[in-house]
């Protein structure tokens, strides 16, 4: 494990030839995985639509005109529904996203501690998303037996200004530090295909790769250009692109469960084989990733057989967390209200489109 990794030295891994380079990325995978496991997580938006942040790609900000259809925090019953069909679908992880910029004390904070307590229960990994959080929020989602905290850097930190206005790249990395205070897992990892370069691709890396430990989960997407949003114009990156970034992903964070995520539905059930034998070991079901398309779970059941792969199980990479009960926890709201980062410039495409 090499927590000191260069960009120069990804950049020459991610431009090595591409046979040498799958061969690489794949002798790394069997090394520290079961190359023919793959685990199946489900994405639930549990509050879609409303974001207060301008981030280029995302059609739930507020400030954007798209055709998403906006909704408030669901039920705890709706979720453990939405769970229990997960689970029988072959999924071992449901990971909830609320169009959150940052966490806030309070009755829908309350809610969803009681979604993690209630899936945690059903014996599968809960993981949420729901912005930047404070040590002591980390702590009441670690209590109620959250399994794994997402966080994406987006991309690389000098990019990072040209895709989001509203907030800094400081602020993702204190939320990482505040979830890594507790012992709940990171999922961190990022979008290609936004304009960046490949030095901005490898930037991310080394952001990801030097942080000590490294994050348990890696998400790789694509972006996925929708109506309405500052990128929407953005052709879409080539397989070619997304298996080159999957296997260096693999390379230099060895450990990490590598995540095929956002852009499934453009690739070919052969560039995904690829992706799987680059390092990728991991993949969200369902026919959306919050807002935009996936593939249906009897499409990745049927590719899963077709390649002979099997859906990991719960709980195989760490131990499930323990509950605890809200009236038993150790941990108060404090009803913290965080200076979280707003830098103030401008992003002239994202500008252009919020006037528009």
């Known amino acids: 494990m090499r927590h000191d990794w260069t960009r120069e030295e990804i950049m020459e891994i991610y431009n090595t030839p591409l046979m040498e380079l799958l061969y690489r990325a794949a002798t790394v995978h069997r090394e520290h995985h079961d190359p023919n496991t793959v685990q199946v997580s489900t994405l639930l938006s549990i509050k879609t639509g409303g974001c207060p942040e301008d981030c280029g790609y995302c059609p739930q900000a507020a400030r954007y005109h798209t055709d998403i259809e906006g909704n408030d925090l669901m039920t705890v019953q709706h ?24 966490v806030k004390d309070g009755p829908e904070f309350d809610q969803v501690l009681e979604m993690v307590r209630t899936i945690n229960k059903l014996d599968m990994e809960v993981c949420c998303t729901l912005g930047m959080v404070t040590e ?5 989602l670690a209590e109620a037996g959250l399994y794994a905290y997402n966080h994406n850097l987006d991309t690389s930190e000098d990019y990072y200004k040209d895709v989001i206005s509203t907030r800094a790249y400081q602020d993702r990395l204190d939320t990482i530090s505040n979830v890594r205070k507790t012992n709940v897992t990171v999922c961190s990892g990022g979008i290609i295909g936004m304009g960046e370069n490949l030095d901005d691709r490898a930037g991310m890396l080394v952001a990801l790769a030097t942080l000590d430990p490294q994050p348990e989960s890696v998400p790789i997407n694509a972006l996925v250009a929708v109506e309405g949003t500052p990128m929407e114009d953005i052709e879409p990156i080539s397989i070619w692109e997304m298996i080159r970034m999957v296997a260096t992903t693999r390379i230099v964070m060895p450990k990490t469960q590598v995540r095929l995520s956002a852009g499934r539905t453009e690739m070919s059930r052969e560039g995904q084989a690829m992706c799987f034998f680059a390092g990728a070991n991991s993949i969200f ?6 807002t935009t398309p996936n593939p249906d779970v009897n499409q990745d059941m049927e590719m899963f057989k077709l390649l002979g792969l099997t859906p990991q199980k719960a709980f195989v990479k760490k131990a499930q967390p323990e509950t605890v009960e809200a009236e038993d926890s150790a941990y108060n709201p404090l009803g913290e209200k965080p200076k979280w980062t707003r830098p103030g410039h401008k992003i002239a495409r994202n500008e252009a489109v919020r006037k528009k």
């Open 79 to 102: 979720v453990k529904a939405q769970a229990l069909r997960a689970k029988a679908s072959g999924s071992s992880r449901v990971c909830m996203g609320a169009a959150w910029r940052n």
């Open 136 to 140: 002591n929020q980390a702590k009441r």
């Open 285 to 290: 079901a369902g026919d959306k990733l919050l």
